[in-house]
């Protein structure tokens, strides 16, 4: 799904995306977290849809964060909340276990984003961004970004028609569903493969990466744009002036230290501007929904109006 902020100029859309992810991986405060996953789940509900991010959560990320929460206590011993002790002698300490769900939380929060930034960051905006600046790695790196959900397509048309000539992973034997399924990664490693070379091999014919060579592009930064860079710019300079001033300091070794809980003006003020940073394209488009509802009940009043002065 398209929605209002992916028709924005990339610049913008890159912009919102490394300020979002980059709050979310570098400053561990459990508020700001919060506010990233709450505001990255709603956000992917409107580009994927409700079963989809479900989908995406029950089987990835909750497995993942679990993981993390279980193995960092196990590993790392810092803290001097000590609750108890492991077979092997080490302290199972209390700030261990919070930081282990703190970490668990981040990465929750950045597979929720990244999947959305696959959804609006295609591989033309970011080949049209820094194309001219780092042409060969900005390929690179847009093959790259794009070759998840490609291969997750390609390969559930692999196994579609190896099911039809009777190679399934779901029939047979163990022994067998293992052989259909290595020949399945086979056919799909090899077609990625060849992808990739016929991909740099049309780049190249076009004279991509060669001096002086010019690009069509659709992009144009215009009023609107302008007006919402201003707004991102205030609200994630806000947010960031703010976690400099302390106002989401957090530290978990050797003791759990949270500035902003309770509540405090400065650090109210971080929130705020961090949540409304996040939350903007959830309110663009609902806003922009509403605008063409309104529209569209104008234009039918105006068809109903305008046919029954033509039958007076």
């Not at 769900?101 to 950045?110: R, V």
């Not at 806003?287 to 529209?295: A, I």
């Amino acid at each position: 799904m398209k929605d209002t902020f992916s028709t924005y100029h990339p610049f913008l859309n890159m912009f919102y995306f490394v300020g979002t992810i980059g709050i979310t991986v570098f400053v561990t405060h459990p508020v700001l977290l919060a506010i990233s996953f709450v505001t990255g789940i709603a956000y992917s509900f409107l580009l994927k849809g409700v079963k989809h991010t479900l989908k995406f959560n029950l089987c990835f990320s909750i497995p993942t964060m679990v993981i993390v929460a279980l193995m960092n206590p196990m590993f790392n011993h810092y803290g001097v909340t000590i609750i108890g002790y492991l077979p092997t002698g080490n302290p199972f300490t209390l700030e261990s276990c919070v930081y282990g769900l703190i970490m668990a939380l981040m990465l929750a929060c950045t597979l929720i984003w990244f999947s959305c930034y696959t959804e609006v960051m295609t591989s033309d905006k970011f080949i049209y961004l820094f194309g001219k600046i780092i042409p060969a790695l900005s390929l690179v790196l847009s093959m790259c970004l794009r070759f998840v959900p490609r291969f997750s397509r390609q390969m559930k048309v692999i196994s579609d028609g190896q099911k039809c000539i009777g190679r399934s992973t779901s029939n047979g034997s163990l022994v067998k569903r293992v052989k259909h399924g290595i020949t399945i990664f086979s056919i799909l490693v090899t077609w990625a493969l060849e992808n990739a070379v016929e991909t740099a091999d049309s780049m190249k014919c076009r004279g991509y990466g060669e001096k002086g060579r010019t690009a069509f592009s659709i992009y144009h930064f215009d009023k609107r744009d302008s007006f919402c860079l201003i707004f991102m710019v205030a609200s994630l300079g806000l947010t960031l002036f703010g976690a400099s001033r302390g106002y989401a300091f957090a530290s978990f070794d050797p003791k759990i230290v949270v500035e902003g809980i309770p509540l405090t003006p400065g650090s109210a003020l971080v929130f705020g501007a961090y949540f409304v940073f996040c939350l903007m394209p959830v309110v663009m488009e609902l806003f922009d929904q509403m605008m063409w509802s309104v529209r569209r009940k104008d234009i039918n009043r105006q068809n109903i109006g305008g046919y029954r002065l033509w039958e007076v």
